[in-house]
Every structure is written in C-alpha cells, then in structure tokens.
C-alpha cells in the first residue's frame, strides 16, 4: 500500500475540480508532482469511498460489497456467494422512475463459470400476477 498522505493530497485535489468538469488521473498526478503515478491517483480513487478493491473502469455501475454469507451446493460444487452492497456509483440515466436500474442501456455484461460472457437485452418487463388479474408489459419505451 502506498503513504496515505498522498491519497490524502488526492482527495484535496479533486475537491477543487468544479462540480461539472473532469480531469484525469494524469493530470492530478502531474499537479501534485508525480507524473508518473497516475495509476496510484485511479488507485486513491477507487478507494476513496472504502471499497478496496479496484472496479473496472468502462463499467457504467460500479458496486462494493461486503461478504455476508456462502452457501456450497454439493451435487455439483457450487459456492452462492451473498453480498451486502455497500458502495453503488451508477449514472441517474440508468434510474427508471421506481428506482430499478436499466442494465441493458448500461451494456451489461454478465459471466458463465470462467470463461463465457453474456450480453443483456430487453425481452419484457411484468407487473406482479395477482388473484384477478394476469402480468402486463410495464416496460417503459426509452429514447
């Protein structure tokens, strides 16, 4: 791990970039007189919400979790993993009205064991069935 005080510096760095503007790791490492350390800045970065454990950049929903609990499922060797989110950083975009989040428009991607990777799309999206009345589409169009 690296000498807080520069993760420190960092942070009172950002807090002077105007609400609206970016800048980029490169940038903040060369203002605080460290060209060459932009990776130790994304680094400060990522954890400065005390998640340790970097995120993927490209990825429009960033999440931080906190073990709970594991299951394993011996007929075929799985381990559940349960998680309490305790960090989520997501565009307002992203946000449908009732707070669920649209993971098609965030390009998704989700993982098969290792080594196979899906992608989402919107089949439909279904009220709650109830006694007297079947589910219906309540998929809102977007632009």
Known sequence: MSDPTFYEKVYEVVRLVPAGRVTSYGAIAKYLGAAKSSRLVGWAMNVSHGVFAPFVGESAIKMGLTLQEHHRISCNDTLVVVGRIDYIELPHELL???????????????????????????LDRLSYAKPDKAPSSILPQRD
Not at 102 to 107: E, K, N, Q, T, Y
């Open 96 to 122: 449908f009205d009732d707070g669920s989040v649209d993971l098609v428009s965030a390009g998704s991607v989700g993982s098969i064991g290792l080594d196979g990777y899906v992608a989402s799309q919107w």
